[in-house]
């Protein structure tokens, strides 16, 4: 009956011993963390800026093939924006939005790609006007 006894109150003991400890779910950083690639949305007609540079879309010229529609090319999106310095325009560039996305503005700290241009074209749904065009654009902090 000892033995029993004994042996229950080990069965009973054991699980307890077995748990491990808590992980914890937050973490002590000394050191700023260093974000290298961000996506940034820019609307038709608002100026965004990044850091110290301003980008503003002006026209959007779709090209590429809706969806549900059988085409012989895939179509671009032309992008024509005005880039602002600290306020101040400085040019106006031509963005060619395809499958080579390439930086189209950088500094020894940044670079900026183009990404996507939304909406897709979608035959269903008829013409997209301007203001409902929206560029995503990568943002690498180099």
């Known amino acids: ?80 924006a005005s880039i602002y310095r600290d306020g101040k325009f400085i040019e106006e560039r031509t963005l060619n939005v395809d499958a080579n996305n390439s930086a189209f503005l950088s500094s020894e700290k940044k670079e900026m790609f183009e990404y996507s241009v939304l909406p897709y074209p979608d035959i269903s749904k008829g013409k997209i006007k301007q203001e409902d065009y929206v560029l995503n654009v990568v943002w690498n902090q180099l």
């Open 1 to 80: 009956m000892k033995k029993l006894l004994f042996v229950l109150g080990l069965l009973v003991l054991m699980p307890g011993f077995a748990q491990e400890e808590p992980v914890k779910d937050t973490l002590q950083v000394d050191q700023p963390v260093h974000v290298s690639q961000i996506l940034i949305k820019v609307p038709f007609g608002k100026r965004v800026a990044f850091g110290d540079v301003e980008l503003e879309i002006n026209e959007i010229i779709d090209s590429r093939c809706p969806k549900n529609v059988t085409c012989v090319w895939a179509g671009e999106v032309i992008v024509k």
